[in-house]
T-cell receptor, first 113, second 111 residues
């Protein structure tokens, strides 16, 4: 089955700096790569996703890039703000796994004032 | 907005008890999932279902079973609870290969 690795496990940045979280996947047939944000005590929520026919996608301060050859994808957050502090999960799914997602182990992002 | 409701926010059970975790969604989604969340391990898929009376094993199905008698309801069953099943359990639903909508979770403690 699919295996997703996520790094780093914790990330601390100063407000206004950029943050980058990286994930690798194992199943070359995977074709859907979402990112979920989980604030403390709340449920995970989708913040951005990308499909395998696209190399990059941007939504305001967040962007995701995908390198299918290397089987890795990354989340980029620019101009970080305190409300960006949360746990971020990457995930992968595709023909090999049907509609089910395999998640990474999560990154605790802390944005310091 | 989609609502995924889990019956209990906190649950305390004893070793060996049979435990039912209930999940209901109100958006007529075909797909429903049960994940468990543990620190440092992320979200791990236990079971999922694409249709009524249909179920498939996820990555960690041992010690669990599920039931989907109606499209909107997906139940997770711990036949004989053990201390290593103490965890946060998250239910989710989706339509096709799209956004997952999560419930607020059930924190289960097995003593």
């Amino acid at each position: 089955g699919e295996n997703v690795e996520q790094h780093p496990s914790t990330l601390s940045v100063q407000e206004g700096d950029s943050a980058v979280i990286k994930c690798t996947y194992s199943d070359s047939a995977s074709n859907y790569f979402p990112w979920y944000k989980q604030e403390l005590g709340k449920r995970p929520q989708l913040i951005i996703d990308i499909r395998s026919n696209v190399g990059e996608k941007k939504d305001q301060r967040i962007a995701v890039t995908l390198n299918k050859t290397a089987k890795h994808f990354s989340l980029h957050i620019t101009e970080t703000q305190p409300e960006d502090s949360a746990v971020y999960f990457c995930a992968a799914s595709g023909p090999g796994g049907g509609n089910k997602l395999t998640f990474g182990t999560g990154t605790q992002l802390k944005v310091e004032l | 907005d989609v609502k995924v409701t889990q019956s209990s926010r906190y649950l305390v059970k004893r070793t060996g008890e049979k435990v039912f975790l209930e999940c209901v969604q109100d958006m007529d989604h075909e797909n429903m999932f049960w994940y468990r969340q543990d620190p440092g391990l992320g979200l791990r898929l236990i079971y999922f279902s694409y249709d009524v009376k249909m179920k498939e094993k996820g990555d960690i199905p041992e010690g669990y079973s599920v039931s989907r008698e109606k499209k909107e309801r997906f139940s997770l069953i711990l036949e004989s609870a053990s201390t290593n099943q103490t965890s946060m359990y998250l239910c989710a639903s989706s339509s096709g290969l799209e956004k997952l909508f999560f419930g607020s979770g059930t924190q289960l403690s097995v003593l």
